[in-house]
Structure formats: C-alpha cells, structure tokens
T-cell receptor, first 113, second 114 residues
Framework: QQQVKQSPQSLIVQKGGISIINCAYE??????FPWYQQFPGKGPALLIA?????SEKKEGRFTISFNKSAKQFSLHIMDSQPGDSATYFC????????????FGSGTRLQVQP | DTGVSQDPRHKITKRGQNVTFRCDPI?????LYWYRQTLGQGPEFLTY????????KSRLLSDRFSAERPKGSFSTLEIQRTEQGDSAMYLC????????????FGPGTRLLVL
C-alpha cells in the first residue's frame, strides 16, 4: 500500500460544499484509476474511474482530475450531501494481467447537514 | 443477479482453529479476487482466479491460507491454525474479463480471532 498515498485521512464538509480527496501513486505502470466508495458493513463499490488518456472525467456530482506527470489524481464531490458520508479509496491498477486493485488507506468523509 | 455474496458475514474463532469462508460471485463472472482489509486500512490483494485456475498469490498469503474455486463457480478461502493477526475483513470481488473491468465486491466476512 506504500505505492499509493491518499489524503486527507478524514474530511468534514458542510452540506452543499465541495469535498476534495487526493491520491498520489508511484507505479508508472498503472493505467486505470478508480475511486471506490465504502459504507460501514459493506464492500467497496466503484464510484468513478478514469484512464490516462484524459485529464478529467465528470459523472453527475463526481469528478476525477488526473495529472499524469505528477502521478496524482483527485476526486471532487460537488454539492456534498449527508448520504455521501462514507470512506473513499483510490485504487489504481494496471488494466492488463491480474488487474488487482492497489488501494490507498482511505478517506473518511463526513458531510454535516 | 443478486451481486456477490459471502458467507458467513461474521466469524469468531479461537486461536489455532481452522476457518473457511465462501464467496459466490456474480454469475458468468470469470475472475474472482480475494482481498483482506484491516481496520482503518484499504483492502489488500491476496489472490485471484481466472475461472478455476488460481493465477497469483500475494506474499501476504502465508502457507496457512488456501483458496479454491472448483468448476470456476464459487470460491472458498481457508485459514488453518488461525492467529490473532488474521483478524480482518475478508472481501471477495468478481469481474468479467475481457469486457467490463469493474470489480464488484461482496459485503465481506469479518473474522475475529481470540
């Protein structure tokens, strides 16, 4: 897991605010960059993912920004809602071979009403 | 399609006992992964199967761990002579390769070794 560093460890945002979570990776062979969302007692679920041929991808309130040269990518949650309160993991991987996900240590997001 | 299921959801055992967990992937998914998640950390890869073949095992998977996927359907993960350090959430995920890369996770089995 030292290959992937995620920050911040925890985040408190007011309802309607913007949540930003960052992920830095070391392995230049990674070519698929997903974010997973995990609620207590549940397994992680794919939220949004990006490939290195684009610098940004938006799906509803969720946006991934990707900086290949800096080996970083981030998750932006616009208009954060209490239902977004969960733990978020970046989990880059190689899109060939075993495709095992390399998870960051997670960011616990709390959206206050 | 009911998603990935895991059984049991919780397991408490005494040190030295053997435990076995089961994972039922999404039907027709040919890949199945096992991950381990300790408290406050992200999941870590343990092993994966392509159909019934176990193609890779992580260094985290000691000789006390064994996984099978007979007939390429459900999978079992067995831990022999459990240790307190084995306490964790064991997650199973499945995917369809080639095709959609998304790994779909089950709810996990939480193991506590006393």
């Amino acid at each position: 897991q030292q290959q992937v560093k995620q920050s911040p460890q925890s985040l408190i945002v007011q309802k309607g605010g913007i949540s930003i979570i960052n992920c830095a990776y070391e392995n230049t062979a990674f070519d698929y960059f997903p974010w997973y969302q995990q609620f207590p007692g549940k397994g992680p679920a794919l939220l949004i993912a990006i490939r290195p041929d684009v610098s940004e991808k938006k799906e509803g309130r969720f946006t991934i920004s990707f900086n290949k040269s800096a080996k970083q990518f981030s998750l932006h949650i616009m208009d954060s809602q209490p239902g977004d309160s969960a733990t978020y993991f970046c989990a880059p991987t190689r899109d060939t071979g075993r495709r095992a996900l390399t998870f960051g240590s997670g960011t616990r997001l709390q959206v206050q009403p | 399609d009911t998603g990935v299921s895991q059984d049991p959801r919780h397991k408490i055992t005494k040190r030295g006992q053997n435990v076995t967990f089961r994972c039922d992937p999404i039907s027709e998914h040919n890949r199945l992964y096992w991950y381990r998640q300790t408290l406050g950390q992200g999941p870590e890869f343990l092993t994966y199967f392509q159909n019934e073949a176990q193609l890779e095992k992580s260094r985290l998977l000691s000789d006390r761990f064994s996984a099978e996927r007979p007939k390429g359907s459900f999978s079992t993960l067995e831990i022999q002579r459990t240790e307190q350090g084995d306490s964790a959430m064991y997650l199973c995920a499945s995917s369809l390769t080639p095709g959609e890369e998304t790994q779909y996770f089950g709810p996990g089995t939480r193991l506590l070794v006393l």
